[in-house]
């Protein structure tokens, strides 16, 4: 989903790879819709400095309150884990999200965890976009960008987008036309 990383996923996918984008690189959220595919590799593309994680920590950690969705879709995988700082979740993240498509979805996954330090930004937008799987937003670089095979997929990721990071400008782009919702 970060506005960070749309350059750098254009860039290691071809036009025939499929791509999906939420908070947090939370495989839980597609992993159905990931089956159903039946794909012979995933390429998972965590990153550091992850919001979605942060919001993680201080829920786990801090003791901070989210809604029932966002708890069961992206805070309760890391239930019972050992971590003590953002740094060791992001890792935590990378590692269970992995063992899961692996377990899952197929053996052949490959997996790097984006440091967001060495990469070159774009200017940020303050939207949110949600495409299907195929879709290429080059022109939305900068933007938030969320891809699933349904809306219903992200609707955490949404909820999130709006009430934990301010977005108001959140579009559904999956008939083509981006529609604010």
Not at 29 to 48: C, G
Not at 82 to 103: G, P, R, S, V, Y
Request: hydrophobic content about 35%; charged content about 35%; proline content about 3%.
């Amino acid at each position: 989903m970060d506005y960070r990383l749309t350059d750098e996923i254009l860039k290691r996918t071809d036009k025939d790879t499929l791509i999906f984008r939420n908070a947090g690189a939370n495989v839980k959220e597609f992993l159905q819709r990931l089956k159903e595919i039946k794909p012979d590799e995933v390429i998972y593309l965590p990153h550091t400095d992850c919001a979605a994680m942060k919001l993680v920590f201080n829920v786990v950690k801090k003791g901070e309150n989210v809604s029932k969705n966002v708890k069961e879709k992206l805070v309760d995988v890391f239930s019972g884990q050992k971590f003590e700082t953002l740094e060791e979740l992001e890792q935590l993240n990378a590692k269970i999200n992995e063992e899961m498509l692996k377990k899952e979805v197929t053996k052949n996954v490959k997996t790097e965890l984006i440091d967001v330090k060495k990469i070159q930004w774009p200017q940020k937008k303050t939207e949110v976009y949600f495409y299907p799987i195929t879709a290429r937003p080059t022109d939305k670089i900068g933007a938030y960008i969320l891809q699933s095979t349904s809306i219903d997929d992200v609707k955490a990721d949404i909820e999130i987008a709006k009430d934990k990071l301010g977005f108001k400008e959140i579009y559904d782009c999956s008939s083509g036309d981006c529609k604010k919702i």
